[in-house]
């Protein structure tokens, strides 16, 4: 039995579970410090992370739209070359048959060289002034939205960073405050500590020596009775004096070991006292670092999900404004493709037109204006700010179209001329083909034929046509009557003249 007890473990005193307990604590602490350092390690790693995609992303978008704004420009300039060089070539066929029509007859044509001559270089001259406006206005709006461009690319860019580095400050700052805080309150809990350790021990020393004054005293005071009492006694009793001895004797012990029980009760008292003071005061402050920790904790996460929104709210933007911006250049280019498609129609219309051009039209592309000198010169020096309405304003913006105008009017004016003279061909070959089936119907001879009357049929020199009575005098309003015509074969009339 007693190796089994020497076995058997031995119980943790206070003390040393008061040790166990504060050793779980810090590390617990620890724990919670090297914890919240990752986790301030993985967020700045994550923003690092985020800002090298970002600036990524960007040079992406710049890139390709420098690739797309270098083959839209490569596109215009090829097209430009090719209208030139067909205006080149047009210009050149003019002269070519200028050339000639002045080799066939120089002396007459003289004038009208030097007319189509002047012309001509005007034409050129507009044509190129009207170039260069275009091409200077090209390389302005170009120009413009560049320097738009990057001034843009530059603003957001210098608004992401200074906020990038405000956030970076601003967290510095918070953890700084936090570990000074720390510091600052662990200092004061150990000066707290240590105070109240001192005036805990001064106070039970206190106590002690109190208590043991009036134990002296008291004890002090029963030896005294004793002492009377034992001189009354041993007067009166002698013969119990040796059984009182043996008893005092008896009493010594007992005193000395409740003097010492009574010490050792005293010292557990002051130490569970000193002791619960003790855990009350650390659990209070852990309970107020923690709740500290947390608040902290709260603010950190609540700044962590506002950064995330505004991060998204930022991205939704950008992905809306670079969806519009592709849109719109989408357009931009469909409807460009459409206006060089319509031009480069209008070219191939104008060079196949150019085939049934008479030489009169190559000479003298373009007519006079319609309006008279003075009208004219009044136009010219008119000033354009005078216009105030929308209809004048347009015609000065389009004054360089005057040639192309002329030419469309011309074209315009032989157009009505041609179908007026289409009508008058149609009027003429119904007539001919009136008279050619009635000529058909005189020299056939069928039973419809014969039962009507003949007009080639004549006797006695006298047709059997009805004579025609004399015509009404007519009134106004009224509409004239059809001409009809009297047609003779001649080969009869030869036949009976002879």
Known sequence: MSKKVKKAKVPLSDEEQLLLFQQKLLAEEEMAKKKERLLNQFLKDKLAKEEHNSALNLNKINTQWRTVLREVKTRELHKDIEILSQTFERVVDCKDSVIKSLAKDLSEAEEQYAHALRSHLHSIDQLLALQRCRLNLLEESYNMELEALTKEFETERKTIIDQHEKEIHYLQDVFMAMEQNYIDSEYESKLEFQSMWDDLKNKNLEEKHFLRLQLENIVEDLWRRFQDALKNYTDATEDRKIAFETLKVKDEKNSKEIEVQMKKIQKLQDSIIILKGKILVHSRESEEQNQDIREDKELVLVQLRKLKAQ????????????????????????????????????????????????????????????????????????????????????????????????????????????????????EINEKLREMLRQYLDGISVSDEVLSQLNPLFIVNHRSNLPQLLPAPTAQPGDKKPPVTYSIIEAAHVGSHTL
């Open 311 to 426: 991060r998204t709210q930022a991205r939704a933007i950008a992905q809306e404004n670079l969806v519009k911006l592709t849109l719109e250049s989408n357009a931009t280019l469909k409807a460009l493709r459409e206006i060089v498609d319509k031009g480069e129609k209008i070219l191939k219309l104008a060079e196949i037109c150019r085939k049934f051009e008479t030489e009169e039209e190559k000479v003298l592309p373009f007519y006079s204006s319609a309006l008279a000198p003075t009208e004219q010169e009044e136009i010219e020096t008119m000033d354009p700010e005078e216009f105030k309405e929308e209809l004048g304003k347009v015609i000065m913006d389009y004054k360089g179209m005057e040639n192309f105008w002329k030419r469309y009017n011309k074209v315009k004016l032989e157009q009505l001329s041609l179908r007026h003279r289409r009508v008058q061909l149609l």
